[in-house]
């Protein structure tokens, strides 16, 4: 008998009131309505674990990294309590054989009902042998594994779009897992590494309402990656009134003014980070004094310097704008920028409904 | 093949051969084979990185100021090393002096990773290897916290609370569904604790999964993020404002009580969870302080870090020792240059990669990165779907790097063996007192269980430092010294046309170097060494073998299928694969001299 998560806490002595009290949190966290919160206690009382299998590519391992940072839910009780995490070659016991055996039984005995999590990607060069666990190419492996599984989790930015290793000239022919996996559903968690309060808040969803979250047509989940970091940031209101990071370490910056100037690309990239934040709510990389680089974004790599201002924001309307991503810093005066961010507020609420179908049209690569 | 003699070591491949695919509880990819005689004693062994993303060729002709973001994304685990390395590296090639109060919050982020580092090593890749999960479930909780309390004050140890958590194990275990635990070596005759110990380390491996992330704190909090956090060329990102308007937009008296906690928290865990358990878990385990060796009696390799005086990297300004011993010779500390073209070398002759002359070796700066992945004629399997490869031809995609021709092991115990050495209080005493508690003899350093302990012993170290290099900074403040970055030679047009440098640091896992070459404000040429390169190199044009390779060599196995004696000493080093990238075009000629390993 495989005992509930509901059970599982009850065990721990945590009260039936406290783990009410957690559903809701889960639903908060989740950005869903309170009302959601009997259906999240409903689903952890009555189901088994699902099993996880989660692979690694060509990959740097911050995905694992960050994961293990979530803090509601912890990392240890996803893993012991939420999850059956099956297969991770970053912390599982076996080795070799006995790690391969695992992943055979687990693919047989939950054909169809276990989650293929993937960290970073395959690469399709020298016969896909730049990446070749157990002596063969990760991409057959990761093919084999995605056949049977219910849905798929494209962690970070390797598995979703290439990342680092896919950045011109692509040297392996690195490319993101859809490129490879066409016939499943895939949820794109993009970031380098995400945010690990939205990788948890992803799987749990997952296992809660046994069904993918609400995707854009990008495949990420709409609660966590329809705004942009610019949207939210708590600098906002020094960027539109035109108070600017000017120089490193210079006044402005030490009262935390907008960092625009040296190069933010908060406008164009769309994540959690100015909300969820990062290491449970810690700061973000804009609360810490440096632009954003756009971490979540396909091919931030090759989008220009990181210190390069965006460019191509025209004089009326940041917010038609902002996915157009100036490849080259030069052109925008000071003047014109503190003109454009004066008028901004007062176009922000006209424009926004025609940005948003604007935006989502002009992603689709 | 014949019996091939080097370094003090007979290699023997006549006997059974036992692959290890994916070593697992590592960072990237790894692969082991190794040769068993007739009483399963290792007699070969063939260390082979089994992955390649070509960062270097990636980063010619992008912004010097931009390299940190890219290099950064070599590690995941290890993050913001390469990072730091990479702006000390355009620093150097620039010549931008950094603000004190920069180089002092970057050896506070620095020494913040190694003790996160290490402590999720011992506890989530290496504990296992000691600690028997299966064993914990008929431990008694009352004698459990008989145990724990005779090694430590730390208040979690009631018996109440292990007998919970023994209740949560088992409640796991009887799930059926074992996650991560799954097919793991239980009862295997090579685990040695009592159940009681067993019960305490599991207790504390879940402990040690909730308190790491709180470490890291500290890097978020002057980094923005982790992993991952933020870097910058010429001081780091944080404004220092603890005054005036807008302090809440800097870091203010707030962030820096926040991070005063975490570091207080830290020592704590380290000194009171961490270094108990260590020396608890080796006293069971003390034959392996005869096991697992390798180069670490031999050659070690340290580049020094955590320089005390901002932009002054020089041995007496680092606080961790930096020289180099070859042929155990204690008595004599060789200075290390990393621009002397005669000192760092590396060579392909069993890597997959192409030289004109694979007999020699090149310096970074005038290194040639081919790939040229071909496989022995030994080699048994198909090109893509490999049995056992032939370790007499190219069988790995990471290079051997050699310092005067001599492969070297790096990393902790490398650092502490040079400190030891030295006679440097910091590193001897500690040693000296894990010797006299285990009651083994100095030779036993040089091993699986000294290289494992001198990681411990190295965390608490950097705890350490992280409150003396804190303590620094608000001396700083209190002077009125709020500077953060200099911004002289931000702009490229103050740069010269031609320009190159070097950057290192010891990382977590050893020696780590960067060489840059700048041409017209653009990367003409960027290249990594790193710690895993030392370690897992194949072999040399010499046949001279690598660390892991000899560490692994004359090991008996108990059961040769399951392999966890290999895990034992391989995880004893901290493998970190993701590194073993070098570069080449997609056609595989050579478009660059650049390489990543």
Redesign the interface.
């Known amino acids: 008998m495989t005992e509930t998560f509901y059970e599982v806490m009850r065990r721990q002595g945590i009260t039936r009131r406290s783990y009410v009290k957690f559903c809701s949190l889960t639903a908060a966290s989740l950005g869903l309505s309170p009302a959601f919160a009997p259906t999240i206690a409903h689903a952890l009382e009555t189901k088994p674990r699902t099993p996880v299998l989660w692979l690694h590519g060509l990959e740097c391992t911050c995905c694992t990294e960050s994961f293990i940072r979530s803090a509601h839910p912890l990392a240890k009780d996803v893993i012991l309590s939420m999850i059956s995490l099956d297969y991770d070659d970053t912390i599982m016991a076996a080795a070799g054989h006995q790690a391969e055996a695992a992943l055979e039984q687990v693919m047989k005995e939950y054909k169809g009902n276990y989650i293929l999590a993937v960290e970073g990607n395959p690469p399709l060069g020298e016969d896909g042998m730049f990446c070749m666990p157990g002596g063969k190419p990760f991409v057959d492996k990761l093919k084999h594994v995605a056949k049977d599984a219910k849905a798929v989790i494209a962690w970070g930015s390797c598995a979703s779009w290439g990342c680092v290793q896919a950045a011109k000239p692509n040297p392996t022919t690195a490319v993101p897992i859809n490129k490879v996996i066409t016939d499943k559903p895939i949820i794109k968690v993009p970031g380098c590494p995400p945010i690990a309060e939205v990788m948890t808040a992803v799987v749990t969803y997952v296992a809660t309402f046994d069904r993918i979250p609400e995707l854009d047509r990008q495949g990420r989940p709409k609660m966590f990656y329809s705004q942009r970091v610019h949207d939210k940031c708590y600098r906002r209101p020094h960027f539109d009134a035109g108070q600017f990071v000017e120089k490193w370490d210079d006044e402005g910056a030490k009262v935390g003014y907008c960092l625009y100037k040296m190069g933010c690309k908060g406008p164009t990239t769309y994540n959690a980070c100015s909300t969820t934040r990062w290491n449970e709510g810690t700061s973000f990389p804009i609360g810490s004094g440096h632009g954003c680089i756009g971490c979540s974004e396909d091919g931030f790599w090759d989008k220009g310097s990181f210190y390069d201002r965006l460019t191509n924001i025209t004089q009326f309307g940041v917010e038609a704008n902002a996915d157009k991503v100036g490849l080259v810093a030069a052109g925008v005066t000071g003047a014109a920028v503190v003109a454009h961010a004066a008028v901004t507020a007062i176009r922000r609420a006209s424009d926004r409904n025609k940005t948003r179908a604007d935006t989502a049209d002009r992603v689709e690569r | 093949m014949a019996v091939i003699e080097t370094q003090g070591f007979k290699l023997d491949n006549s006997g059974r051969r036992v692959?290890?695919?994916?070593?697992?509880?590592?960072?990237?990819?790894l692969?082991i084979e190794v040769n068993l005689d007739d009483k399963n004693v290792i007699r070969n062994a063939v260390s082979t990185g089994?992955?390649?993303?070509?960062?270097e060729?990636?980063l010619k002709g992008?912004?010097p100021?931009?390299a940190w973001?890219?290099v950064e994304?070599?590690?995941?685990?290890c993050?913001g090393v390469h990072a730091l390395v990479s702006v000390r590296a355009v620093e150097d090639a620039l010549k931008i002096k950094i603000p004190d109060n920069a180089n002092i919050i970057r050896n506070l982020m620095h020494a913040t990773l190694f003790a996160q580092d290490h402590l999720?090593h011992f506890y989530?890749?290496h504990a296992?290897d000691w600690v028997d999960?299966v064993s914990a479930l008929s431990a008694d909780p009352k004698k459990t916290s008989e145990l724990a309390q005779s090694i430590s004050s730390w208040p979690m140890s009631s018996p109440g609370y292990f007998r919970?958590l023994q209740?949560?194990l088992k409640?796991?275990v009887?799930?059926?569904?074992?996650?991560?635990?799954?097919?793991?070596?239980w009862g295997h005759p090579g685990y040695k604790l009592p159940a009681e110990a067993n019960l305490m380390a599991v207790a504390h491996y879940?402990e040690a999964?909730?308190f790491?992330?709180e470490i890291?704190?500290i890097q978020?909090?002057?980094?923005?993020?982790?992993?991952?956090?933020?870097w910058?060329v010429?001081?780091v990102?944080?404004?220092?404002?603890v005054d005036?308007?807008?302090?809440?937009?800097?870091i203010n008296m707030e962030r820096l009580n926040?991070v005063s906690k975490i570091i207080d928290d830290t020592i704590a865990f380290i000194d009171n969870v961490y270094i108990p358990d260590l020396l608890a878990i080796a006293s069971f385990y003390k034959d392996w302080g005869a096991i697992g060796g390798g180069l670490s009696s031999q050659n070690l390799l340290s580049y020094g870090e955590f320089p005390d005086i901002a932009n002054d990297d020089s041995a007496k300004s680092l606080l961790m020792p930096r020289g180099a011993i070859v042929g155990g010779n204690l008595k004599e500390i060789l200075p290390v240059d990393l621009k002397d073209p005669e000192q760092i070398q590396e060579f392909v002759g069993h890597s997959w990669y192409k030289y004109a002359d694979e007999t020699k070796g090149l310096h970074p700066f005038d290194g040639v990165t081919e790939?040229n992945?071909v496989l022995g004629k030994g080699t048994k399997?198909t090109?893509?779907?490999?049995?056992s490869l032939d370790e007499s031809a190219k069988y790995s995609?990471v290079k051997s790097p050699r310092w005067r021709g001599n492969a070297m092991e790096v990393g902790p115990l490398a650092r502490y063996v040079i400190g030891y050495a030295m006679g440097n209080a910091e590193f001897k005493d500690p040693v000296d007192m894990v010797l006299k508690k285990l009651e083994v003899p100095l030779p036993a350093l040089f091993s699986t269980l000294g290289r494992t302990a001198a990681r411990g012993l190295e965390c608490s170290w950097a705890a350490h430092k992280m409150r003396y290099f804190f303590d620094k900074l608000m001396a700083n403040l209190k002077a009125g010294n709020?500077?953060?970055?200099n911004?002289d030679n931000?702009e490229p047009s103050t740069w010269p046309t031609l320009a190159q440098g070097a950057g290192f640091c010891e990382a977590p896992r050893g020696a780590l170097g960067h060489w840059i070459k700048i041409k017209d404000t653009k990367i003409d040429n960027y290249q990594c060494v790193v710690p895993t390169t030392w370690n897992a190199g194949p072999r040399d044009a010499k046949n001279q073998i690598g660390a892991y390779e000899a560490a692994l060599m004359n090991t008996a196995m108990a059961k040769p299928?399951?392999?966890l004696e290999i895990?034992r000493t391989i995880h004893s080093f901290d493998p970190c694969l993701?590194c073993a990238?070098h570069?080449?075009?997609?056609e595989g000629e050579e478009?660059t001299r650049v390489t990543v390993r």
């Open positions: 692959v290890v695919d994916p070593i697992t509880r590592i960072e990237g990819h692969r089994t992955m390649w993303r070509g960062l060729v990636i992008r912004d100021r931009d973001a890219f994304r070599i590690c995941g685990v993050t999720v989530h890749l296992l999960v919970d209740s949560r409640k796991f009887d799930s059926g569904q074992l996650g991560p635990f799954r097919n793991g070596y879940l999964l909730d790491q992330k890291v704190k978020t909090i002057f980094g923005g993020k982790n992993p991952h956090p933020n910058l010429g001081g990102p944080c404004s220092i404002n005036g308007t807008g302090a809440v937009g800097a926040m790939a992945f399997g090109k893509t779907a490999i049995e995609w709020l500077a953060t970055a911004v931000w299928d399951e392999p895990l993701a990238s570069v080449m075009s997609p478009i």
